[in-house]
Structure formats: structure tokens, C-alpha cells
DNA sequence: GTCTATATTAAGATAGAC
DNA sequence: GTCTATCTTAATATAGAC
């Protein structure tokens, strides 16, 4: 047994483990609660119990409520932006966007939560995003936007109003995630996966829109 | 003046036009902050103050907040099922198919407070509409299914899972009332209305997609 | 039918012991 | 760093006068 306060870098170290262990169970918890029922609707009683701290514990991580919703809403923007980030101009054109839509499809069946987050987001206004919707991501979609133009333009790929297009990927995508529960209980029990699916119709649908 | 307790006939009336008027209003004021906020999200004090009338008064109409939010959900749909039953076997399919996408699209234009309703309950597991979505809905679904797979055998549209489009056509819809905000601030200021571009958008890619 | 006043509960946040 | 206890506010709902 050490005395108190020596050895300060491994204190040091041992706090970061826990406080990293800690900060991440509670993101990982308000993920589940927010995304389930959204920003007013999630109790910070319910975020605790599942993160299995104390409610006084959180607000020792967070500073509040807001403050964690913010870190998972800023923390989740690139993972969102990166497929679109990674459509390649020098790419084949229709490959290049049938990779994007596949790679969203990804994201809803393997990040549906994160999905959940951002819609219900968005459906209440954006009042925390909207800076960066009108900002960083209008500046992204203005750029591909100019990509698929360039390709329509050059016979590549069928003449296409590219944002609306952007659009329809988004909503095409998502609606997989945010629409899960409607999905399943349309389909039934018998079909209890339904993105394989999913993905052999956006495939033909985006295939049929696009290749000259 | 008439003494009191006479003429119960017109005493009735009158309470009645009166219900009427405050029961709409106070349906009107629950669509508005509902779909803004999502039913945890929704006080009843935004509600009376939109609909002009102190919160006891709205329990005077309504027993609890709860049985607002049930009488609007179960109100609209009608409405938003009303364009998948005038679905015609009898019709030219690739024009009745692109007359329910128009009409969808009416739906998100004119009625985004209620597609937005909608999409809060069902992004939040659908807790009050899953028996509807499981019965009514997925029977309804099957129904429509089977006519479209039938025009496919035909060779009257070309090959497509038959509820997949019809998610499709569910979530490009409604992308456009739902993520509004987004749309509207990824376009700017110099598209202020996306929903003629929407509409030719939307009718090149079903009949991309459908026409053999 | 409508209002003021209030009961009751839930939820975000803090104090202070350990 | 973590907990129990508590403060404070806000929100649903009700009582009771008019």
C-alpha cells in the first residue's frame, strides 16, 4: 500500500480508465434512452439505471441532460457524413453511389440507434443541428452534388436532380432504421430480417434510375 | 331572456356548437405542439395557450393528455391510409402507381403536421399504433401487395418486391414533410418550396423503375 | 363551461457525507 | 468518485367558486 497522493501519474491514469469506462457507459446508455424517447421524453432515472450509476454519478461525467445529448449528437456527425464524404468523383459512377447507398443501408441496420437520434432531431426542428445541417452539411452536398451533375452531364449516368437524389438515399435508408418497428410488423414474423432484402431493392431501384 | 332550464333543446345545441368549436381547436392547438414536440415533449400548457383556453378547461373537453394525442393518432389515419386503398386493380398500373406517390406527396405537403405525428410515434416504437400497424395497416399492405405483384406476372411493371416499393414510396414521401427542416436549409434560401422539384423527381424515378 | 387555486408527482440538479 | 438526501421547478390533474 502506497501512501496518499504519491505515485500521481498512475492516480492520474487509473481516474482516466474509470472515467473513461464511466463516460462511455453513460453515452452508451443516453444512446439507448435518447434515441428510444428522444430529448424530453428520456429521464436521466432511466439513462442511469441502464448505465448502472447513480444519478448523481452522471451529472459528475456530464454538467447535464443537454450536455449529453449534445456529445452523442456532435460525437455521431461524422460517422454519418463519412459515406457521403467518400464518394469518389474519379469513381465509376454508378458503382460509386450504389457503394453510398449500400454503405448507408449499413449504417441503419448496424447503427439504428444513431439513426433514431438524428431523427428525431430533425423531426423536432433541428434546434441543435441546424447550424451545422445549414453549414458543413449543404457545403458536402453542394460538392456531390456538383460530382453527379459533372456525370449526368457527361452522359455517365441518366440526367438526375443530384440533391433530390441525395435525398432519396437518405430517406430510402433511413427509413430502414427509423421505420424498423413499421418494417417488421409489415412484413410479419416470417421475414424477421429485412435488409437483405432492402438491399437487392435499392440496388435494382437506384440501378434502374441511374444506369444510362 | 328565457328562464333557466327551458328550452333543454336549444341549451343542447348551443353546448354542442360550443364543444365543437373548442374541441377543434383544442385538436388543432395538439397537432401543432404534438408534432413539434412529441407527446412527452408537449405540455398542456403550450396546448391551452395555442388553443386559447386555460388548461383545466382542456380537461374539461379531454380527460387527460394521453386521450388527446390517442383522438388525434387514431383521427388521422384515414387520412393516411385513404390513398393506398384507392389503389385500382383495375387501373393502368404504372399510372396508379404514380398517382399514389402524387398523392402521398399531397399528403407531406399539405399535412406535415401529421406526418410528422405519425413518424414521432413510430420512431419511438410505435406503442399506441402497433396493433393498427400489425392489423388494418399490414393487412391492407398484403392486399396491395398481391395487386402489384400481379402487374409484375403481367409484365405491366417491370420486377419488384411489392412491399418494398410500397416502403419506397413511404419514405420518399414522407422525407419531405418529416425532415422539412433538413431539406429546406440543405437546398437554402434559393429553392423556398422543394415540393415541385420533389414531384418530378420522385415521378422520373418510379417510372424508371416500373415501366417495362 | 370556465376560471383561480392547489394537490401531487416527476425530473433536473445540488449539498454534503464518506 | 460515489452515494443518500434534498432542493426546485415544472407538469398533469383536480377542487371548488362563479
Redesign the interface.
Known sequence: MRARGARPVNEARTRTRIQRRNTGAILEAALEVFS??????ATLDQIAEVAGLSKPNLLYYFPSKEAIHLELLTGLLDLWLDPLRALDPAGEPVAEILAYVRRKLELSRDFPRES?LF??E?????PRL?GV??GD??AL?DEKAGVISAWAAAGRI?P??P???I??I???T???A??D???R????PAEPDPFP??G??LT??FT??LAP
Chains 1, 2 share one sequence.
Not at 36 to 41: D, E, L
Not at 122 to 126: C, D
Not at 185 to 188: A, Y
Open positions: 428510444a424517447h428522444g430529448f424530453r421524453g433514431r431523427a428525431n430533425v423531426l423536432q426542428g433541428a441546424s445541417i445549414a452539411l449543404r452536398v441518366r438526375v436532380h440533391r433530390h437524389l435525398f432519396s437518405w430517406a430510402l433511413q427509413h430502414y427509423d421505420f418497428v413499421q418494417v410488423l409489415v412484413l410479419g432484402e432492402a437487392r431493392h435494382a431501384l434502374r434510375l
